[in-house]
């Protein structure tokens, strides 16, 4: 199976930074891309930046200028790093790896996600 774990969020005041962390481990072969996401209970949950497995990147309108994302492909861990921080970019925070990897005894490609991390944006 493949883990995806985030880290890294709290609660921070408007204007501040924070860093999220995303592990992923486990049976795969591949990472095509990694998505972090958010989700509050204002919305069914919104692309905040992609990387791909070429360091490509994608970033929503909401959040470019504002957030970086990067990754160590030593360690199969990914970044997002948060800069003028909004009291709307209050979520939960939660990482979707595009593997390829093993199910069992089936190599396949799948999507699989983390537990989440609460950001919370408040003075």
């Known amino acids: 199976q493949v883990r995806v774990v985030e880290s890294g969020g709290g609660l921070v005041q408007p204007g501040g930074s924070l860093r999220l962390s995303c592990t992923v481990s486990?049976?795969?072969?591949?990472?095509?891309?990694l998505d972090w996401k958010r989700k509050d209970l204002g919305n069914d949950g919104e692309m905040v930046a992609r990387?791909?497995?070429?360091?490509?990147?994608l970033y929503a309108d909401s959040v470019k200028d504002r957030f970086i994302i990067s990754k160590d492909n030593d360690k199969n861990t990914f970044y997002l790093q948060m800069n003028s921080l909004k009291p709307e970019d209050t979520a939960a925070y939660y990482c979707s790896a595009d593997v390829v990897g093993w199910r069992g005894t089936s190599r396949s490609r799948f999507s699989s996600w983390g537990q989440g991390t609460q950001v919370t944006v408040s003075s």
């Open positions: 486990g049976r795969l072969l591949s990472i095509n891309h």
């Open positions: 990387i791909d497995s070429n360091g490509g990147t």
